[in-house]
């Protein structure tokens, strides 16, 4: 919290579906400084994977998920996609003031807001272009 009481990280929640067919998944961003050992994901009864993670407010964040160590994989709902350094396009958490994300979570505070699922690889929503390059 800030010194006038004001929330200063938002817990935002990052899940991927089993059909992703993954052993293990790390979320990857600027908010952790593109660490792939500092925000894995934890197997859920379904066969997906979720984790929660506190993310300073006021910015947007690039990240993407981490498949098994070496496949990079978009959040096809993130908030927006943004070009990268390798030729693809990285997701885009935004956590600014007026977002749809922080309006939502700051009308029901009962729980973590939530980063969108990424859909299975054979999927292409919204006929973005899939990148594996790495970060």
């Known amino acids: 919290m800030s010194e006038d009481g004001e929330r200063t990280t ?5 899940r991927v579906p089993a ?8 979320v990857v961003g600027e908010f952790n400084d593109w660490n792939a050992d500092s925000d894995l994901l934890e197997p859920e009864e379904d ?3 979720m984790c929660v993670v506190d993310v300073l407010i006021g910015r947007t964040y690039q990240y993407r998920y981490l498949i098994d160590g070496h496949r990079w994989e978009n959040d096809w709902h993130a908030d927006a996609y943004a070009p990268n350094a390798f030729g693809g396009d990285d997701s885009v958490l935004d956590l600014t003031d007026g977002s749809p994300r922080l309006a939502a979570r700051d009308a029901s505070e009962d729980g973590p807001a939530k980063a969108s699922e990424v859909e299975p690889a054979d ?3 919204g006929g973005r272009k899939r990148s594996s390059a790495k970060k």
């Open 10 to 14: 938002r817990a935002v929640v990052f």
């Open 19 to 26: 059909a992703l067919g993954a052993t293990t998944v790390a």
């Open 47 to 49: 066969g997906g994977f």
């Open 123 to 125: 999927k292409k929503p």
